[in-house]
């Protein structure tokens, strides 16, 4: 059974720092990846996507990377501003029974401080 | 263009009551997920439609949770005798669905059940 596991759960940091988040599956066999934003009461943001084939994704001040045979990728945020402040969600996309189905972590939730 | 709407936003309900949500996918998107998210978890997945077809309904906890897609667009979540364990947001997502690889899924706000 496909297990999904970020770390760290939580992290604060001040502004302008550059980080680091970190997930984890345990089986290889994905369509993609998929990192999602998630704002208090509101719904998820799609990030980005890497797919299964790729190693890396870049969209602005993030960068996605993808090492599918040891279950890990990273997303890289640069020049962390207060309006990051979110929850991250890491999610891949795996094949279900009669279709296919995202499994996500529990996230990791960002705090930066101006 | 319009993203996906959920109603109602938030749903208040007492233990076995029954209740029913929405979800109007983005036109043109062939597949629509529900996912449920518990408080200080990420969301688990419910069920799968593709167009009016439930393809997965592996997720749905107990046979209380029916879903449906009868026209291939909007979607009913329905949850019969609603228990204190049901509260939770619930999140719908749709996507084209077209090459698994590269298909994005786009989530509504959720609806927000609490069961009382």
């Known amino acids: 059974k496909q297990e999904v596991t970020q770390i760290p759960a939580a992290l604060s940091v001040p502004e302008g720092e550059n980080l680091v988040l970190n997930c984890s599956f345990t089986?290889?066999?994905?369509?993609?990846l998929q990192w999602f934003r998630q704002d208090p009461g509101k719904g998820l943001t799609s990030l980005l996507l890497?797919?299964?084939?790729?190693r890396e994704q870049t969209s602005g001040r993030l960068n996605a990377s993808l090492d599918k045979s040891s279950g890990r990728s990273t997303l890289y945020i640069a020049a962390s501003q207060p309006g990051d402040s979110a929850t991250y969600l890491c999610?891949?996309?795996?094949?279900?029974?009669?279709?296919?189905?995202?499994?996500f972590g529990k996230g990791t939730t960002l705090s930066v401080s101006s | 263009g319009a993203g996906v709407s959920q109603s109602p936003r938030y749903k208040v309900a007492k233990r076995g009551q029954d209740v029913a949500l929405r979800c109007d996918p983005i036109?043109?998107?062939?597949?629509l997920f529900w996912y449920q998210q518990a408080l200080g978890q990420g969301p688990e997945f419910l069920t799968y439609?593709?167009?009016?077809?439930?393809?997965?309904k592996s997720g749905l906890p107990s046979d209380r949770f029916f879903a449906e897609r009868p026209e291939g667009s909007v979607s009913t979540l329905k949850i019969q005798r609603t228990q204190q364990e049901d509260s939770a947001v619930y999140l719908c997502?749709?996507?084209?669905?077209?090459?698994?690889?590269?298909?994005?899924?786009?989530f509504g706000p959720g609806t927000r059940l609490t069961v009382l």
């Open positions: 036109s043109g998107h062939v597949s």
């Open positions: 089986d290889s066999a994905i369509y993609n």
């Open positions: 890497i797919q299964s084939s790729q």
């Open positions: 439609f593709q167009n009016e077809a439930q393809l997965d």
């Open positions: 997502a749709s996507s084209l669905g077209r090459h698994l690889a590269t298909d994005t899924q786009y």
């Open positions: 999610a891949v996309r795996i094949q279900g029974q009669a279709g296919t189905a995202l499994i």
